[in-house]
C-alpha cells in the first residue's frame, strides 16, 4: 500500500506544478485556472498517460531558458530526478494547485533526498537544499501528516480485513425470506372446504458458500431450512414457489443445492450438479421476475415457464457459446439419481433433458427456444389433470381382483414440452415478456388394465409486465397475467380435459428498503380454480421480507 501510494506522491508533474505555483506566487503572475479535464500525470495512471522520466529540462516543449522558474526546474530534473511532464511533453508551469497538492510533490522530492543520503550520494545534495526543503517541510508540516495518517488508516483497514476474511477461496453470502400469507378470499374448490387459511408466518433461510479455486471456476454449496407452508387449494394452482407442503414444511437444515462449475474453452462451461438442481441453473429462464423466491413473482407459476419443473435433481449442464448474440444449453437431471434401487438411479428413476437456443440480438431483447423430455415427471402447477401421475394417484379406483376395495394408482408418464420465451425491455423502466408452453404427455403403461393407454395435450401460456426502477433504483413492480397447465385434450378416459379456463393474474411490488433489506407486497387471483367454474375465485396475499447478506 506504501509503495503504490509514495507512487503517486513521487509524480513529478504534481510536484512540479507546486513548485511553480508558489515561485509565480513572488514573480506576480497570476495563475491559469486549472481545466478540469486536464488530469494529473502521475505513475500510477494507465500505460497510455504515462511518461518517461524527463533527463533535460529541454524536454519540456513549454518551458524556455528566459522564463523566470527555468533555474529551479532545471536543478530539480537534472540533479534530483523529480520532475515529469504531460504525454504531449509539455510542464503545463500555469496550471493552478492545491496546497495538498503541493504538500505531495514537496513528500515526493524529500523521499527522492533521503534515497541519494542513503546510497551515498551526497555530493548531489548541497546544505542550500536541505536548508530549503527542511523550511518546505516544516511550513507544510501538517499537511504532509494528514496524507500520511491517511496512508496508514487505509494500511490498517487493509490487514483488518486480511485478518477478518472468511477464507481467501470461499466467499460466504446468505438469505432470508420472511413471508406472511393468507387465502382472503374463497372458500370452496373441488367440492373441499380451504381449512387452510389462517394467516401464517414463515421463513426460509440459507447460507450459501461461493468457492473458487483457479478464479474461472465455482464450487457452490448451500445450506437451508424452510417452514413456510403453502396453503392446500386442492389444486396444484397459485401455489407459492418458496412454499412447501404441511409435509415437507421444516426446520431441519440441509444441504439444498450442490454443484461444481468449470469453463471448457473460452466459450463453454460445464456444470456438474449433485443435489436440487433446476432449471435456472443450466439455462436461462428468460423472465426478469424469476429470483428463486428471494426476489420477483411470489407463485411458481409466475417465476418460470412450468416446463421448466420437468428439470429437478442431479446430474450435467453444458452451455455453449457461439458469439456474443446466441448459445445453446444442454442438461440432464435425475430426480432419484443417488437411490439404487428398481426404478430409480440416475438413468432409470425420474429425469428431466433439456435443450435451449437462447438468442440475444441486443441488451433489451432476449428469446428463449426450450425443449425438455422428461420421465415421470410433473409441471408442479397447473390443474390436477395437467399432473397426471399425482391426479391418478390420488383416485381411488377399485382393483379387479378386490371389487369396490380402494388402491392407489401408480402409471408412470413420458412427456416432450416445447416452449417459447421472450423479455423485451422496451425502456429502462418497462420490460414486456411472457412465453407458451405445450406438453404432451403419454401413459407408459395401464396398471393392469385400470388405465387406458393414452395422451394428453396441455398448454400454458403467460404475459408479464415489469417495472424495474419504479419509485426508486432497484425496486421492480410486476404484473403477470396467464393460464396456467390446462388439459386442452385427452385420449385417456380416466383423465378428461379441464372444461374451463381459470387465469392467474398476480402483482406484486418490490420495494428496496437498502441493499440488504426489500420488502414485496403481493396478490394472487385465480378465476376458476382448476379450471372449473363450479369453484369459487381464490385470491391469496403474501407479504414477503428479504434479508440478505
Sequence with gaps: MKTVWKSLLASPAVFGAMLFVNSGAMGGETPATREITDPLVTESNTEDQK?????SVSQLSDVKPTDWAFQALQSLVERYGCIAGYPNGTYRGNRAMTRYEFAAGLNACLDRVNELI???????????????????REQFSAELATLRGRVDAVEVKAAELEANQFSTTTKLTGEVVAVVSDVLGGRRVNDEDIVEENTTLGARARVEFTTSFTGKDELF?????????????????????????????????????????????EKTEVIVLANAGAADDITNTVNIFDGDGGSGALSSFGVRNPIYYHLDGAGLGINQEFG??????????????????SDNGLFNGPYGALAQ???KPSDR???????????????????????????LGSQLVPPPSVTGEPGEVNVPFASNSYGIEASL????????????????????????????????????????????????????AGIIFGMEPK?????????????????????????????????????????APDHNNNNDDVVIGALRTTFSF
Design 118 to 136: 542513503a546510497t551515498a550520494t551526497t555530493d548531489l545534495v548541497t546544505k542550500e537544499d536541505l536548508a530549503t526543503l527542511q523550511r518546505l
Design 425 to 476: 425491455g422496451l425502456s429502462d423502466k418497462f420490460v414486456l415478456g411472457g412465453w407458451v408452453g405445450y406438453t404432451n404427455a403419454r401413459n407408459l403403461s395401464t396398471e393392469g388394465g385400470l388405465v387406458d393407454r393414452g395422451e394428453l395435450d396441455i398448454w400454458n401460456w403467460a404475459v408479464t409486465l415489469g417495472f424495474p426502477d419504479l419509485g426508486k433504483k432497484g425496486n421492480l
Design 51 to 55: 511518461m518517461s522520466q524527463v533527463n
Design 365 to 391: 431483447f432476449t428469446i428463449g427456444f426450450t425443449y425438455i423430455n422428461s420421465y415421470n415427471e410433473e409441471l408442479g402447477t397447473g390443474s390436477n389433470r395437467a399432473n397426471p401421475i399425482s391426479f
Design 357 to 359: 437456443l437462447t438468442f
Design 487 to 527: 388439459v386442452t385434450s385427452s385420449s385417456i378416459n380416466e383423465i378428461s380435459r379441464d372444461r374451463d379456463t381459470s387465469y392467474h393474474i398476480e402483482a406484486f411490488y418490490q420495494y428496496q428498503v437498502s441493499d440488504n433489506i426489500s420488502i414485496t407486497p403481493g396478490v394472487i387471483w385465480l378465476t
Design 221 to 265: 454449496t448451500r445450506i437451508q431450512t424452510n417452514n413456510i407452508v403453502s396453503p392446500n387449494l386442492f389444486t396444484p394452482e397459485g401455489s407459492l414457489f418458496f412454499g412447501e407442503t404441511s409435509e415437507d414444511a421444516s426446520n431441519d437444515a440441509l444441504i439444498d443445492a450442490l454443484y461444481y462449475k468449470f469453463p471448457l474453452g
Design 324 to 341: 456474443d448474440k446466441l448459445s445453446l444449453s444442454l442438461g440432464y437431471l435425475g430426480t432419484t439419481a443417488n437411490d439404487p434401487t
